[in-house]
């Protein structure tokens, strides 16, 4: 299957800094990425769909102006993180559409970004 | 918004087989996934169903009604390893995905 990366795996961060968390698609081109976050025991929660080349499309509650996303190229997606405060701390995920067959389109996940702010 | 329901929590017995439902109310559906997640990890893709029908992918199987808004995912034969939470996700109108919340599985020797 299509391999998506992330980096960094874990980051640690005082508060009032900004974080950059990118997500690569390995083997595939990805006109679509999606980023997610997850908090304890909750499920994924979609912030933002980053189509390359136009800017991303954020859900309903998600600050734009906190949560900068670029979608320079087909296959790198950045999520940064301003002024980040200890709320933010959270699991972040992103994902890859790679067209399938039979319209499947399926999603494939960044192994996640675990956001600490101190 | 979506409304995606399934259990909380089951336990089972290594061997036996367990089902996971999960019911769905979303404007508009194009497709149904299940994926496997363990703890501090990424989900996996399990299954995608968009035709009515059962899926069967070795010990996975999965199966969807749309006229219902349902979907189970069957367990068959569990494993010690099969301990994780499985997420039901569903593809909107606007092929963007909903989870639900997840039902962790734990399987017991």
Not at chain 2, 41 to 57: H, I, Q, R
Not at chain 2, 90 to 103: E, I, M, P, W
């Amino acid at each position: 299957g299509a391999v998506v990366s992330q980096h960094p795996s874990w980051v640690i961060c005082k508060s009032g800094t900004s974080v950059k968390i990118e997500c690569r698609s390995l083997d595939f081109q990805a006109t679509t990425m999606f980023w997610y976050r997850q908090f304890p025991k909750q499920s994924l929660m979609l912030m933002a769909t980053s189509n390359e080349g136009s800017k991303a499309t954020y859900e309903q509650g998600v600050e734009k102006d906190k949560f900068l996303i670029n979608h320079a190229s087909l296959t790198l997606s950045t999520l940064t993180v301003t002024s980040a405060h200890p709320e933010d701390s959270s699991f972040y995920i992103c994902s890859a559409q790679e067209p399938g067959l039979a319209g499947s389109d399926e999603q494939f996940f960044g192994p996640g970004t675990r956001l600490t702010v101190l | 918004g979506q409304n995606i329901d399934q259990p909380t929590e089951m336990t089972a017995t290594e061997g036996a087989i367990v089902q996971i439902n999960c019911t769905y109310q979303t404007s508009g559906f194009n497709g149904l996934f299940w994926y496997q997640q363990h703890a501090g990890e990424a989900p996996t893709f399990l299954s995608y169903n968009v035709l009515d029908g059962l899926e069967e992918k070795g010990r996975f199987s999965s199966f969807l009604s749309r006229s219902k808004g349902y979907s189970y995912l069957l367990l068959k034969e569990l494993q010690m390893k099969d301990s994780a939470s499985y997420l039901c996700a569903v593809r909107d109108g606007d092929y963007k995905l909903s989870f639900g919340a997840g039902t962790t599985v734990t399987v017991r020797a």
